[in-house]
C-alpha cells in the first residue's frame, strides 16, 4: 500500500527558505504527478504545484516565483522549497500523489485526483 | 483561475439524515470534478472522482452527480463518522483550485 511522508523543519524564520521532503514507501515514484498543497491555521486548501516523475513541474501562479519541485527517483522522494517565507507561509503543509483514470468521455483522455495523502507537517514562520 | 465556491460552509444535521453539498465551478469543468473529506488533524480523504466515480472503499452512501457547473455531494444517511469538512476540487486545469469547504457538524 501507498504511503507518503512529509519531512522537515517545523520552524522557519522570515526571508528564510522552507524545505520539505516527501517520502513515497509501498509504490514506485516513476509515475503519476507528485503534489504539493498546504492549509492554514483554520482556512481552506490551496494546491501549491506538482511535478512528475521525470521532473517537469507545474505550479501555482501565486507562488511560482518562489517554489521549487524536485524529485529523486534513486531515493523515491521528491522536494519542495519555498524562498523568502513569511507569517503567511504558515501552514501544515501535505504531499499526494495525483493519479489519472483513463475515460473517452472528451479529448483530454484522463480523470485527474489526489488519491493518496501524507499526513502532513506542521510549519510555522516566526522569528 | 477557475474559483470553485461550495454552500452551505457549514450545516448542522442529525445521524440519519440526508445532507447535500453543493459546488459551483466559476466556467465549464465538465466532469473533472472531486470531492474530499477532512477531519480534524487529518489529511484530506478523496471521496468521490470524475462528479460521481465513488473510490474504493468508499461508503456507498455517499454519492455524487452534476448539472453543467454546478456538483453536489449528497450522504444518503449521516454516520457519526461523517461529520467532518467536506472540499470539492476542480481537477480541469491548473492551477488546481478547491472550494472554500463545507463543515458538517453534528446537531
Known amino acids: 500500500q501507498l504511503q507518503l511522508q512529509e519531512s522537515g523543519p517545523g520552524l522557519v524564520k522570515p526571508s528564510e527558505p522552507l524545505s520539505l521532503t516527501c517520502s513515497v514507501s509501498?509504490?514506485?515514484?516513476?509515475?503519476?504527478?507528485w503534489s504539493w498543497i498546504r492549509q492554514p491555521p483554520g482556512k481552506g486548501l490551496e494546491w501549491i504545484g506538482y511535478?512528475?516523475?521525470?521532473?517537469?513541474?507545474t505550479y501555482n501562479p501565486s507562488l511560482k516565483s518562489r517554489v521549487t519541485m524536485s524529485v529523486d527517483t534513486s531515493t523515491n522522494q521528491f522536494s519542495l522549497r519555498l524562498s523568502s517565507v513569511t507569517a503567511a507561509d504558515t501552514a501544515v503543509y501535505y504531499c499526494?500523489?495525483?493519479?489519472?483514470?483513463?475515460?473517452?468521455?472528451?479529448?483530454?483522455?484522463?480523470?485527474?485526483?489526489?488519491?493518496?495523502w501524507g499526513k502532513g507537517t506542521t510549519v510555522t514562520v516566526s522569528s | 483561475d477557475i474559483q470553485m465556491t461550495q454552500s452551505p460552509s457549514s450545516l448542522s444535521a442529525f445521524v440519519g439524515d440526508r445532507v447535500t453539498i453543493t459546488c459551483r465551478a466559476s466556467?465549464?469543468?465538465?466532469?473533472?470534478l472531486n470531492w474530499y473529506q477532512q477531519k480534524p488533524g487529518k489529511a484530506p480523504k478523496l471521496l468521490i472522482y470524475?462528479?460521481?466515480s465513488l473510490q474504493s472503499g468508499v461508503p456507498s452512501r455517499f454519492s455524487g452527480s452534476a448539472s453543467g457547473t454546478d456538483f453536489t455531494l449528497t450522504i444518503s444517511s449521516l454516520q457519526p463518522e461523517d461529520f467532518a469538512t467536506y472540499y470539492c476540487?476542480?481537477?480541469?486545469?491548473?492551477?488546481?483550485?478547491f472550494g472554500q469547504g463545507t463543515k458538517v457538524e453534528i446537531k
Open positions: 470524475a462528479a460521481s
Open positions: 476540487q476542480q481537477s480541469y486545469s491548473t492551477p488546481r483550485t
Open positions: 509501498g509504490g514506485s515514484i516513476s509515475s503519476y504527478y
Open positions: 466556467q465549464t469543468i465538465t466532469r473533472y
Open positions: 499526494a500523489r495525483e493519479t489519472g483514470q483513463r475515460h473517452y468521455y472528451d479529448s483530454r483522455g484522463y480523470f485527474y485526483y489526489m488519491d493518496v
Open positions: 511535478m512528475s516523475y521525470s521532473g517537469s513541474t
